[in-house]
């Protein structure tokens, strides 16, 4: 996971609690994701921004707001947190034109 | 939309046996992916397939891709212990940036 960082590690919230998931990376890459992961659902992608100042909508966005704070940084906000959302989630970076992509530690959250 | 679907989902073997883990994909894609997962862990990049024919070796894992029947292949040759974890393929698709489309995962067991 070197060159991303994702915090926080862990969160237990509230339901109708809000939070905002952070993602850095030090790779200079246009791309960034987030995605959840569920058990035995694989990987879906919530939002992506190809680069500094656009975002696009995945497969699962209800519920969650972007914002690419600059190349670097790239934030997930839960306005009003739901049980549905307790999930691991993950911040990716993928290079323009790379066969590679390169996840994040991820974030384990609850929603009690 | 594209599906992707992986079978089997979970899978015991035996170590020194060999296996097969498919990934079927439902519509054409840029490039195919195979990730290893240990639990707890983020994922960790296997190999990346590329064109019809292509077939890449690491160790004991020998991945195939077969483009006109949307099918791609994970070989497991003598299994040991190790390689214990969850394994998911991932299609490619690019529009305005990568997008991902993983399958459910297959979760391996290596027994001695």
């Known amino acids: 996971n070197a060159g991303v960082t994702q915090t926080p590690k862990f969160q237990v919230l509230k339901t109708g609690q809000s939070m905002t998931l952070q993602c850095a990376q030090d790779?200079?890459?246009?791309?960034m994701y987030w995605y959840r992961q569920d058990p035995g659902m694989g990987l879906r992608l919530i939002y992506y921004?190809?680069?500094?100042?656009?975002?696009d909508k995945g497969e699962v966005p209800n519920g969650y707001n972007v914002s690419r704070l600059n190349k670097r940084e790239f934030s997930l906000r839960l306005e009003s947190a739901a049980p549905s959302q307790t999930s691991v989630y993950f911040c990716?970076?993928?290079?323009?034109?790379?066969?590679?992509?390169?996840f994040g530690p991820g974030t384990r959250l609850t929603v009690t | 939309e594209l599906k992707v679907e992986q079978n089997p989902l979970f899978l015991s073997m035996q170590e020194g046996k060999n296996y097969t883990i498919y990934c079927n994909y439902s519509?054409?894609?840029?490039?195919l992916y195979w990730y290893r997962q240990d639990p707890g862990k983020s994922l960790e990049s296997l190999f990346v397939?590329?064109?019809?024919?292509a077939v890449k070796q690491e160790g004991r894992l020998m991945a195939s891709l077969d483009t006109k029947a949307r099918l791609s292949t994970l070989h497991i040759t003598a299994a040991v212990h190790d390689l214990s974890a969850t394994y998911f393929c991932?299609?490619?698709?690019?529009?305005?940036?990568?997008?991902?489309?993983f399958g459910e995962g297959t979760q391996l067991t290596v027994n001695p």
């Open positions: 519509t054409t894609s840029d490039r």
């Open positions: 991932a299609v490619e698709r690019w529009t305005s940036g990568s997008r991902l489309t």
């Open positions: 990716v970076i993928c290079g323009q034109g790379a066969y590679e992509q390169y």
């Open positions: 397939l590329l064109s019809n024919g």
């Open positions: 921004s190809a680069s500094e100042g656009t975002t």
């Open positions: 790779m200079n890459h246009n791309s």
